[in-house]
């Protein structure tokens, strides 16, 4: 089996070679680059299995590099920070991250969560083998072939949790699903993921779709259940 080919971008060199050398024997080749923009330049040259971020880069900080790279990419992104707020690992994940470590991560949970992102991305790659399925929900288009999706012919550009939910939602359309069930359904609970980020997925799903969580159009909550994607009438009230 091939080593799987990560990138990590982090200024901190020392950190970088440290994580290289625990990786290495555990099946990845490690690539690093130091500045946001050099990060990214490698993300547009070459192809990865997935990419630890670091959040404060110079040059380019990490969510504008992280928003760039989901412009042109869905490749699975493990953002690391040295702060500890709530808040950064909220905007990480609504930009279009897949995970999130405090960079006073242990490199035992570095490696959980690594093998967990590359692994749904290699279930989604496998599922391509096997399914060809399309669906539309009125003017939102979703193609499990290409794993693609548009709404009124325009692209939506969603991270691989974020296009694994719509689909889960719109096979389901119109019946409520819970978190379990949603967690289930797209990574057969490989994904280690706290429940509250998938509230957070969700909304990001939700802006990219255009929708209104106070007067949903498309993804509705039901308060202490779960999600529903709306088809009938009540679509929009």
Not at 41 to 53: D, G, R
Not at 65 to 77: A, D, E, G, M
Not at 191 to 213: A, C, P, Q, W
Not at 230 to 236: I, N, S
């Given at each position: 089996?091939?080593?799987?080919?990560?990138?990590?971008?982090?200024?901190?060199?020392?950190?970088?070679?440290?994580?290289?050398?625990?990786?290495?024997?555990?099946?990845?080749?490690?690539?690093?680059?130091?500045?946001?923009?050099?990060?990214?330049?490698?993300?547009?040259?070459?192809?990865?299995?997935?990419?630890?971020?670091?959040?404060?880069?110079?040059?380019?900080?990490?969510?504008?590099?992280?928003?760039?790279?989901?412009?042109?990419?869905?490749?699975?992104?493990?953002?690391?920070?040295?702060?500890?707020?709530?808040?950064?690992?909220?905007?990480?994940?609504?930009?279009?991250?897949?995970?999130?470590?405090?960079?006073?991560?242990?490199?035992?949970?570095?490696?959980?969560?690594?093998?967990?992102?590359?692994?749904?991305?290699?279930?989604?790659?496998?599922?391509?083998?096997?399914?060809?399925?399309?669906?539309?929900?009125?003017?939102?288009?979703?193609?499990?072939?290409?794993?693609?999706?548009?709404?009124?012919?325009?692209?939506?550009?969603?991270?691989?949790?974020?296009?694994?939910?719509?689909?889960?939602?719109?096979?389901s359309a119109g019946r409520v699903l819970n978190r379990d069930q949603l967690l289930d359904e797209v990574a057969?609970?490989?994904?280690?993921?706290?429940?509250?980020?998938?509230?957070?997925?969700?909304?990001?799903?939700?802006?990219?779709?255009?929708?209104?969580?106070?007067?949903?159009?498309?993804?509705?909550?039901?308060?202490?259940?779960?999600?529903?994607?709306?088809?009938?009438?009540?679509?929009?009230?």
């Amino acid at each position: 089996m091939e080593d799987s080919k990560i990138l990590i971008v982090d200024d901190d060199v020392k950190l970088c070679r440290l994580v290289r050398d625990y990786l290495a024997p555990m099946g990845f080749l490690l690539d690093a680059a130091h500045t946001g923009p050099a990060g990214l330049e490698k993300v547009k040259e070459s192809e990865y299995q997935a990419v630890i971020l670091d959040v404060m880069l110079p040059g380019m900080g990490g969510f504008e590099v992280l928003k760039q790279i989901r412009s042109f990419s869905n490749v699975p992104v493990l953002m690391l920070t040295a702060m500890g707020d709530e808040a950064d690992r909220i905007v990480g994940l609504e930009i279009g991250a897949d995970d999130y470590l405090p960079k006073t991560f242990s490199t035992r949970e570095l490696l959980a969560r690594l093998r967990a992102v590359t692994r749904r991305a290699s279930m989604a790659d496998d599922r391509l083998n096997v399914e060809a399925e399309e669906t539309t929900i009125r003017d939102v288009y979703i193609n499990t072939a290409t794993r693609t999706a548009t709404k009124n012919g325009e692209e939506l550009f969603l991270t691989a949790l974020e296009f694994d939910l719509l689909r889960c939602l719109a096979r389901s359309a119109g019946r409520v699903l819970n978190r379990d069930q949603l967690l289930d359904e797209v990574a057969g609970r490989s994904y280690d993921v706290f429940d509250r980020s998938v509230d957070v997925h969700i909304s990001s799903l939700r802006r990219k779709l255009g929708d209104d969580s106070k007067n949903p159009s498309y993804i509705k909550t039901v308060r202490s259940v779960g999600y529903v994607l709306l088809t009938g009438p009540e679509a929009g009230e």
